[in-house]
């Protein structure tokens, strides 16, 4: 199980790496899955899945590996796809989808499997792709691209899994590089980044292999959390898959 999602309608989404999605309803304890069939146009793309996102339409979004993404129509219960076939001037850019995250104007920025990140426009039905490109300073920092995210300002948080956090501003297309160094206490714990996080605070968490970093809402300076042996009220392990703020405003970990 990678990626469990509860819908406004109380239901629980739940995707997995081989047997597709199943919706749990917890009124009446009762499971139904959705599979890839290669007899059924309109069933799930793939069973391999990474991510299950709700936009605010309240459409259930399902990101695969290599079967882009999935668009369930939960009144007829069919999945509409967007991917990228050779013939096909819309759909994706690229197929695999790490993660997906709606901005402001009802558009979607998706991160990637190996293959970059990307802005789709459902609306017309076309995407953007955004590639590593060697010897350029302003361009993303690695093509392996984990994690996503957009913050109050709308800039876009890219999380790699080599090339530490790149921060993007898509008015002017600048790319800004977060990378681990080691003689610079103000840099990232490490340059795995497997989750993204802004609080009510606008602080962005950055979850990674090697310890959580807590960049500051004036995105200037980065404190690292990183577990102590000697110290038992550190961060009790430096593998960071989650971050969450509660309703008391504190930040749990996983």
């Avoid at 999935?70 to 001037?89: A, G």
């Avoid at 681990?180 to 714990?189: D, K, P, R």
């Amino acid at each position: 199980v990678w990626s469990i999602h509860e819908d406004r309608q109380g239901m629980l989404w739940i995707g997995s790496f081989g047997g597709g999605v199943i919706r749990f309803d917890p009124v009446k304890k009762q499971f139904e899955s959705h599979n890839h069939d290669p007899l059924l146009p309109e069933s799930l793309s793939s069973n391999l899945v990474w991510r299950v996102f709700e936009s605010r339409d309240q459409v259930i979004w399902i990101g695969t590996d290599g079967g882009g993404l999935n668009r369930i129509v939960q009144r007829k219960q069919q999945f509409n796809h967007v991917t990228t076939l050779p013939d096909k001037k819309n759909g994706l850019a690229y197929s695999g989808v790490n993660a997906i995250v709606q901005s402001r104007d009802d558009t979607f920025w998706i991160a990637n499997d190996g293959g970059g990140f990307q802005h789709y426009d459902p609306l017309t039905d076309t995407a953007r792709l955004f590639r590593h490109i060697p010897g350029n300073s302003n361009s993303l920092s690695s093509d392996l691209t984990e994690c996503i995210l957009v913050d109050h300002r709308n800039m876009v948080w890219i999380g790699t899994y080599n090339g530490g956090l790149n921060s993007f501003n898509p008015e002017t297309g600048q790319f800004t590089h977060y990378k681990s160094e080691n003689e610079n206490a103000n840099s990232l714990s490490d340059n795995r980044i497997w989750t993204l996080y802004e609080d009510s605070r606008q602080r962005i968490w950055a979850g990674t292999r090697n310890g959580l970093n807590m960049i500051s809402p004036d995105r200037k300076t980065i404190q690292r959390y990183l577990h102590d042996k000697a110290n038992p009220d550190s961060i009790s392990d430096n593998g960071i898959w989650a971050v969450l703020e509660d309703s008391d405003k504190d930040i749990w970990i996983g």
